[in-house]
């Protein structure tokens, strides 16, 4: 497995060995002594997986606060996503910067999304399916997020008029958004 660093400390890319015929292909998702090796030793307890039927469904920005902050391990197996991550570490040097990968089922690349980061994906095509494995189980109580429009941030979602829920229309701005991270300390 190939790691890419990021522009965000701690965020990397994961290019697996896929070995095809014509038959289909094989390759490795996770493999926990190989992901130790390559040092992303998490302890992921739970997959999950999600179908947005629609192109332009936007859902994001998330992330749950400490004491039940989370990594994710994202990857598309259907379809196309732009997977968007955002540093809300506060004093961090990358402080509401952002990065923006496309993953696709043909391209097999996952993205870890650690502690600290704020996380949101928008289909760039229909019945687009991602799975994601998490180190913390979901708590309705350190649920948070951003404004997936933040004028501040500035991202470039690649669609003009997403598909959101209402949870998501109402998120606050970056600068009010509940978060108890701080840099090389809790994350």
């Given amino acids: 497995m190939k790691i ?3 522009e965000l400390a701690g ?5 697996p060995i ?5 038959r289909g292909f094989f390759m490795e998702s996770y493999t926990k002594k190989k992901f130790e090796e390559i040092g992303l030793d ?4 739970q997959d999950n997986h999600s179908l947005s039927t629609e192109s332009g469904t936007l859902r994001g920005l998330h992330y749950q606060t400490n004491p039940m902050a989370l990594t994710k391990i994202v990857r598309c197996i259907r379809g196309e996503i732009l997977d968007v ?3 809300i570490r506060n004093g961090s040097p990358t402080f509401g910067k952002w990065i923006s990968v496309k993953l696709t089922a043909e391209n097999k690349i996952q993205i870890v999304v650690p ?3 704020a996380h949101g994906i928008c289909t760039l095509v229909d019945n687009t399916e991602i799975m994601y494995k998490v180190d913390q189980y979901y708590s ?10 933040d004028p501040e941030l500035g991202i470039e979602w690649l669609v003009e008029n997403p598909i959101l829920s209402e949870k998501d229309k109402s998120q606050p ?7 108890n991270f701080e840099y090389g300390v809790n994350c």
């Fill in 4 to 6: 890419i660093e990021t």
């Fill in 11 to 15: 965020v990397v890319l994961l290019e």
């Fill in 18 to 22: 896929v070995y095809g015929d014509h």
């Fill in 42 to 45: 998490y302890d992921l307890i």
């Fill in 85 to 87: 991550v955002v540093d």
């Fill in 115 to 117: 502690k600290g980061f």
């Fill in 140 to 149: 309705p109580e350190h649920d948070k997020g951003v404004l997936w429009s």
């Fill in 173 to 179: 701005l970056l600068k009010d958004a509940e978060n």
